[in-house]
């Protein structure tokens, strides 16, 4: 059996396990609705300006819907079998589920990151356009497994390779864990002194930041612990040169992805969705 065969088993195999444990799940919530019925109820104008003077960060304890939280469990432990792990010495163990997985087996996700009540949102707090990112960026949405101890990542930005600003925003999905968020505010900003917060996330809770601005990391995992975070890229220009395109797919594909879920969804674009022999 050929390489690409094996990997279509396999996958099919991982497909029907996953599909069969979502069965269970109940029928997804509208996302607009849902986004909307918490979006609405907030002061806005006090967000936006905490947002500011925070130096675009902004960290809210409650805010997705109880039932979109519920969604968003059930779809992390039904994706736990497709969770691609990574090892980089001296600064990150984890797993993660890339977008092109999600939009395969957990469309609800792709369905809240497009809402346009949610995108909204977003612009009223940063005062920017925000487009979503390119159909090609596995980090336009995915979710990110904890589920060893030490699993962790070390400090650092979100770095934008695209043109314009990436804006990442971080929704809590399941906590049982110890990890925290360690971040420092102002590091870009020579006039503000540094401000360090430390945040441990709960199911339903948001972090949204412009990512260039905030140094931040993931506290190491404990025995028996197990952390899920789902995060959403916006970007307010959607081009990449492509020097910094290589840059970026080889970073996904070795902290992140791996080389098959990164680079052969972009050969697959390229021939019409047909892998090459």
């Known amino acids: ?4 065969a094996e990997d279509d088993v396999a996958a099919s195999i991982s497909t029907e396990r996953t599909v069969s444990a979502m069965q269970t799940v109940p029928a997804a919530p509208d996302a607009e609705r849902a986004v909307a019925s918490r979006t609405r109820t907030f002061d806005n104008l006090r967000l936006r300006k905490d947002f ?13 819907a109880p039932e979109v939280t519920a969604q968003l469990v059930h779809s992390a ?3 736990l079998d497709e969770v691609n792990r990574n090892y980089l010495p001296g600064h990150k163990q984890g797993g993660s589920v890339s977008r092109h997985t999600i939009d395969r087996l957990a469309p609800f996700i792709a369905e809240l990151y497009r809402s346009k009540e ?3 949102w977003l612009e009223q ?15 336009a949405y995915a979710l990110y497994y904890y589920t060893r101890p030490g ?3 070390g400090w650092h930005y979100d770095t934008s390779y695209y043109d314009g600003r ?11 864990s110890s990890c925290r968020l360690d971040y420092e505010l102002h590091t870009r900003n020579p006039d503000v002194p540094d401000q360090p917060g ?3 996330i709960p199911p339903g809770g948001l972090v949204f930041f412009d990512g260039d601005k905030l140094r931040h990391r993931i506290t190491p995992a404990g025995p028996n612990e197990m952390r899920v975070s789902l995060t959403f890229e916006y970007v307010t220009d959607p081009n990449m040169r492509p020097w910094r395109r290589l840059i970026s797919n080889m970073k996904d594909a070795i902290a992140y992805f791996g080389f098959r879920q990164v680079f052969r969804q972009m050969t697959r674009a390229k021939t019409g969705g047909k892998d090459r022999a």
Do not use: C, N, W
């Open 166 to 176: 990436r804006y990442t925003l971080l929704l809590g999905v399941i906590d049982e």
């Open 1 to 4: 059996m050929s390489t690409h």
């Open 118 to 120: 949610l995108i909204g």
């Open 151 to 153: 699993d962790h990542i």
């Open 77 to 79: 432990r039904a994706l």
């Open 125 to 139: 707090l940063s005062g920017d356009k925000l487009q979503v990112s390119p159909a090609d960026d596995p980090h």
């Open 52 to 64: 500011a003077d925070q130096g675009a960060f902004l960290y809210l304890e409650d805010f997705l």
């Open 198 to 200: 430390s945040v441990q």
